[in-house]
């Protein structure tokens, strides 16, 4: 390979050299094969001939084989060459002229003429050359404007140095292609240059054609066009109905469209190539195919494609039936290779095409709640119970032996809902039955029914079922109109696999890569203990985790929350509350327990000072007197059972009471009595005392805070901690007429303590800045008088 490029090397530097050094090479060439001079006698003088060969046999004149000319100024002058050969030149333009031959040393004086080598008329003579050698002549001359019928032809004359047979005259070189015309004739097009044109306008215009419709025919499977034609506006019908039998052809017309878009734009380059030269037409033609031929129109079919598609069926289907011997075999080949152009989108796909169509119909809000609806429908199939459930947490539920009073009764209207879960007595966890507000309406408070025995009567329906039942299903169910509300349940043994399986499955291997080898055999005894047959036989518990009615499926399809006028909370999730018209609630008329509205500024005093004196947390020491009167002033309650019907009072005041704190469950209240009065009672001794105003409970809470306060441990005091204060009173506290009473929390206390905390803390602030203000002031006189003094 290195021997290659170097021979290939020599052989290029052998070329440029001898293009550079043409005269010395000849003059060394004709020196080699010079013999002795040959020498002669002229009027007695003895003539050396410089030409002379030793293998001369007859007389050497010069030949010329050919000629080239070559424009000095600018390219265009040189118009060509004819077709026999005679070179066309523009008249009175220098040109350079390259002649080739043999024996041109020789050669004295080169003529051009129209006539003869004798009668030199517009003669044109050189016998100074730019170059000279035994093979080539160059120069520079110019040439007069000539009929067309005439040519210049080239006339020689040999130098004279005393040879033998020497005549003084020129004689002509009747070769063609030495011959030059001033002539210049026009450029031969393929066509004439205004039809050229106008064609090549034309092809751009089908090649923006093709290329739009490759893009706006195809881009429109089928089955879109079909959608189109049966539920698109007028306009989009109509264009539909015309394109859809063209469109179906699929493949033949897809190579219909390619084979002309190749043809048209190979026709556009070799039209300008015919027009310009290579380089003028490779970037004309290529700048216009991509602009007019392309971009242009690819970007106007994206949005207008069907209308031109439509209004140019039939070009297109002419092209069709033109290219019908090359396209239809290679679109049959193409759909027998890759199938029939159809487009299936599954339902996932056209759920979420669906689901974009809002975002490009922004204005169209009527269609994007539609879509919205019709998503929500796709989408209960592939959705469970257990998305949309309420947890059971979040259920109002009653237990069996809850009484029916009124003020069970106005907790049930002030939740909102028509059907109630009821679980058992001794296990809050096991619904047994439903209770619906509709089977309450014949029953009267002062029988005393307990929920279960209502439930009982009705024997409502209760479905159980699975956390994964479909929602497809279970609307199903609901149909059929026997119930609306069913139990989501759950097992546990759902929870023991996820424990058990891995123990099953233990892998030795990988215990050993991550902890370490191990002895198995020495401790195949404490492995041995492990006994699956335990998990193995857990029993199998039902657990209700949540409930699910029709409501919440038609709002899992409506994709919006059904809220109607019973209902108190607007959703499941945030636990938005509903704003409720206080002066048109139902269970006002059975509600006994209100915020006291107007407390008198001397009531808030007196419930100050007696606090001040049950403990010292309450004084001003720790409060501020004006943050601790708005917290008395805003929890005083009333509890008003005379407000019930005139004619149900002597019924219902033996029977009606409300519990304010209730016997070992935990409680956080402090009672202050203030007016009427309330009954005391211990269910171990079974006694009852009535106490009056200005009787405290809740001292146990009061010996929490004191504990906080005196060891300054207010970290139980923030709101993180503060709701774990709580305290198990060993009594009941009711009311059964009526009664004001004043209730505090340790939240209560906690924020005027913070309250106080700051406005103190404040104002020690201020007074420093005053005492530092005062003291500057002070010095600044002092130093004032030292001035004076000293003046």
Not at 60 to 83: D, I, N, T, W, Y
Not at 415 to 440: C, E, H, M, Q
């Amino acid at each position: 390979m290195k021997s290659f490029l170097i021979l290939w090397v020599i052989f290029i530097l052998s070329i440029f050299c001898y293009s550079k050094d043409d005269n010395v090479n000849s003059t060394a060439i004709i020196q080699g094969s010079h013999s002795t001079n040959r020498t002669f006698v002229k009027n007695d003088t003895e003539i050396v001939d410089p030409y002379a060969y030793e293998w001369e046999s007859d007389k050497v004149v010069p030949v010329v084989c050919g000629m080239r000319a070559e424009s000095v100024v600018r390219k265009g002058h040189v118009a060509g060459f004819l077709k026999s050969g005679v070179s066309v030149v523009e008249a009175n333009v220098p040109i350079k002229l390259s002649v080739f031959g043999r024996w041109l040393e020789r050669v004295e004086m080169i003529s051009f003429t129209i006539d003869n080598c004798y009668h030199l008329l517009n003669n044109i003579s050189h016998t100074e050359f730019l170059f000279q050698s035994e093979m080539r002549i160059e120069f520079i001359t110019k040439f007069e404007k000539i009929a067309e019928s005439k040519t210049y032809r080239m006339c020689i004359s040999e130098k004279d140095f005393g040879q033998d047979g020497y005549e003084d005259m020129a004689f002509m070189i009747d070769e063609q292609r030495t011959w030059i015309s001033t002539d210049v004739v026009a450029s031969e097009y393929l066509l004439p240059l205004h039809i050229q044109i106008l064609l090549i306008c034309l092809l751009f215009v089908l090649s923006a054609l093709f290329s739009g419709l490759n893009l706006g025919l195809m881009a429109l499977s089928p089955q879109e066009l079909t959608l189109l034609k049966k539920s698109g506006s007028e306009k989009e019908k109509e264009y539909a109905t015309i394109i859809l039998p063209v469109r179906q052809a699929g493949n033949y017309l897809l190579c219909t469209i390619l084979i002309m878009n190749v043809i048209v734009n190979s026709a556009i380059s070799i039209l300008f190539e015919d027009i310009t030269s290579g380089y003028i037409a490779f970037i004309v033609s290529s700048i216009g195919i991509v602009v007019f031929g392309e971009i242009f129109p690819q970007s106007l079919c994206i949005k207008k494609g069907l209308a031109v598609g439509a209004h140019t069926i039939w070009l297109t289907r002419f092209f069709m039936f033109l290219t019908f011997p090359l396209s239809f075999p290679i679109g049959k080949t193409l759909d027998w290779l890759l199938g029939e152009d159809i487009v299936v989108y599954d339902k996932n796909q056209v759920l979420h095409l669906m689901k974009l169509t809002p975002s490009w119909e922004t204005g169209n809000t009527e269609l994007a709640a539609d879509l919205k609806i019709a998503v929500g429908a796709m989408e209960i199939s592939d959705k469970t119970v257990k998305d949309i459930m309420t947890n059971i947490e979040d259920v109002f539920m009653l237990s069996e032996n809850t009484i029916l009073n009124p003020t069970t009764i106005t907790e049930i209207l002030k939740k909102g809902y028509s059907r109630i879960p009821v679980y058992s007595a001794d296990n809050n966890k096991k619904i047994t039955s439903l209770l619906f507000v509709k089977d309450l309406a014949l029953v009267d408070p002062e029988d005393k029914f307990t929920v279960k025995t209502i439930c009982q009567y009705y024997q409502h329906h209760v479905r159980f079922v699975s956390e994964n039942t479909g929602l497809q299903e279970m609307l199903d169910e609901f149909k059929k109109g026997e119930y609306h509300l069913a139990f989501v349940t759950t097992t546990i043994n759902q929870e023991m696999e996820n424990f058990v399986e891995p123990i099953k499955q233990f892998d030795r291997t990988s215990f050993e890569e991550e902890y370490g080898p191990c002895d198995w055999e020495s401790d195949q005894e404490n492995l041995s203990m492990i006994d699956f047959k335990v998990f193995e036989e857990f029993e199998e518990e039902i657990v209700v985790i949540g409930i699910v009615t029709l409501e919440d499926i038609l709002e899992e399809i409506l994709q919006a929350e059904i809220v109607d006028e019973s209902d108190v909370i607007l959703d499941n999730v945030y636990k938005r509350k509903r704003k409720i018209d206080k002066a048109n609630n139902c269970y006002k008329m059975v509600e006994y327990d209100e915020i006291c509205k107007n407390v008198s500024n001397s009531l808030t005093l007196a419930c100050s000072q007696f606090l001040g004196t049950r403990s010292f947390i309450f004084r001003d020491a720790y409060l501020d007197i004006n943050a601790f009167h708005r917290i008395i002033s805003s929890n005083v309650r009333i509890v008003n059972f005379h407000k019930a019907p005139l004619e149900e009072i002597s019924s219902l005041e033996s029977e009606i009471c409300m519990c304010i704190i209730k016997e070992r469950v935990p409680c956080d209240k402090m009672i202050l009595i203030l007016e009427g009065s309330c009954t005391v009672s211990f269910s171990g001794t079974q006694l009852e005392f009535t106490v009056g105003p200005f009787e405290f409970f809740g001292c146990s809470m009061v010996k929490i805070l004191e504990e906080c306060i005196s060891t300054n441990n207010t970290e139980k005091l923030t709101a993180k901690n503060i709701i774990n204060l709580r305290y198990i009173p060993d009594f009941s506290l009711k009311v059964t007429h009526y009664c004001r009473y004043l209730q505090l929390t340790p939240l209560n206390y906690a924020n005027v303590y913070r309250i106080t905390k700051a406005i103190r803390m404040g104002r020690e602030i201020n007074s420093k800045k005053l005492s530092i203000h005062s003291t500057d002031s002070v010095n600044f006189e002092k130093r004032l008088s030292f001035k004076h003094s000293i003046s």
